[in-house]
């Protein structure tokens, strides 16, 4: 099959104007201009686009599709500890069945928006045999064990059974105030055993900071009051805590052989010397839109970009955000960030989460031998190409992805 565009933005390379793909199976064999491509497959099927721009399948780099079915249900509240509160509220009334159609609805969602792959977190791993995949996804169980942390390793390893009916599957510990570091280390056991990801919320909120760098806040009050052990409180960053939780199962400051940080909304001086004596630079997945929800301390992009990070975006879940769609996003990171250009914030959602999740060579540009995940917007040429693409804000013309395609 040939797939011919007006436009192939292939993010590995010059733009090919009256360009063509050529696919064999789920793979790209092909690359080049119309003519040139259709006479090395003379009798292939040819799918024309038209006046079209055909980009890599967009990735969302981290998601929760459980609360797809919460959206425009909470209202932004007062701090981090009430939304917390508010959506445990909600959660209560939901059953697995309501879980499996929210998963379900979150998918088609993100597929007519764009999106060909997804880092999933879901809290009901025994719900994965349940669901239509339409996209590539990775699933991370989201794990906490605050009111029972003596449980940590059966709390993992029951997960750990759960998920091995996933393609591509992770941990993920919740984050540092609701994952114990037993269950931490225990995550850094498996991912080292299995060579799989593990992702987690880090340093999002400022009640968080507060919380292990002062012993204080509203969210310390909160889960002091549901009984956690608070001995790992006023000492602290969340960063720094979590390197020496991390560093007791690999080598010191190494803390991305396996992990994805999702947030670092909250970020000291101190945080950032540590960060930058990491042996690797590690991927830190933002959500703009979920960001601007809860009212954050700004995102400091330039300076984990300066370090050498390897900065994705999110759409994080309908319980902060308005929907599921990746250009919309683009756009709010440029609307906050107006000196970054448009192609490295496609790369936030192509190339960069690509490399997150270890398909550096498989996803993310469209290049001969790289999985043929493939999206299709209109083009006009009336400005440039990239500002095109970001101000996108409509679903997708045409879509395949794992040889499924949408007219």
């Known amino acids: 099959m040939i797939v011919r565009a007006k436009l192939v933005v292939t993010m ?107 880092a999933n977190l879901t809290a009901f791993p025994e719900l994965i045999s349940r669901i239509e995949r339409p996209i590539r996804t990775w699933w991370f ?14 709390i993992v390893d029951l997960a750990v059974e759960k998920l091995r009916v996933a393609e591509h599957w992770g941990l993920a510990p919740h984050a540092l105030f609701t994952a114990s570091a037993n269950l931490y280390r225990r995550c850094s056991e498996v991912a080292r055993r299995e060579n799989v990801l593990l992702t987690t919320h880090m340093a999002e909120s ?32 969340p960063i720094k805590r979590f390197s020496e939780i991390v560093r ?7 803390m991305t052989k396996a992990w994805i940080l999702v947030h670092l909304n909250e970020m000291t001086d101190e945080d950032f010397e540590l ?26 992009f330039q300076k984990l970009n300066k370090l050498g990070f390897n900065v994705c975006l999110g759409t994080d879940s309908l319980a902060s955000n308005e929907d599921l769609s990746l250009f919309a996003e683009m756009r709010a990171f440029q609307e906050a960030f107006p000196i970054v250009g448009p192609e490295e914030i496609l790369r936030m959602v192509t190339i960069n989460p690509a490399r997150a999740l270890r398909q550096e060579n498989s996803l993310g540009k469209i290049r001969s031998g790289f999985s043929a995940d493939l999206i299709a917007i209109p083009f006009t040429t009336s400005k440039s190409v990239f500002d095109e693409i970001i101000e996108f804000d409509r679903p997708v013309s045409w879509s395949i992805t794992r040889r499924r395609s949408l007219a």
């Open 12 to 118: 590995d390379g010059p733009l090919i104007e009256n360009g063509a793909v050529a696919i064999s199976g789920e793979r790209i064999v092909d690359v080049g201009k119309f003519p040139d491509v259709s006479a090395r497959y003379a009798s292939a099927e040819i799918i024309d686009l038209g006046e079209q721009a055909l980009l890599p399948g967009l990735i969302n780099a981290h998601c929760h599709l459980d609360y797809t079915c919460l959206r425009g249900k909470i209202p932004r509240q007062k701090s981090f500890p009430d939304w917390i509160g508010a959506i445990n509220a909600e959660k209560a009334k939901l059953s697995p069945d309501d879980y499996v159609r929210s998963i379900h609805e979150g998918f088609g969602e993100a597929k007519r928006f764009g999106t060909t792959a997804i």
């Open 275 to 300: 960060l930058e004596k990491s042996s690797r630079k590690l991927s830190v997945i933002h959500c703009p839109r979920s960001h601007d929800y809860f009212g954050h301390s700004p995102f400091q």
């Open 141 to 154: 169980a989201e794990l906490i064990d605050v009111r029972e942390p003596s449980r940590a390793n059966d």
């Open 248 to 254: 007791d199962v690999s080598a010191p400051l190494d």
């Open 206 to 237: 400022r009640e968080e900071m507060s919380m292990f760098r002062e012993a204080h806040g509203s969210l310390y009050e909160f889960l002091k009051g549901i009984r956690r052990e608070m001995n790992d409180c006023g000492a602290a960053t």
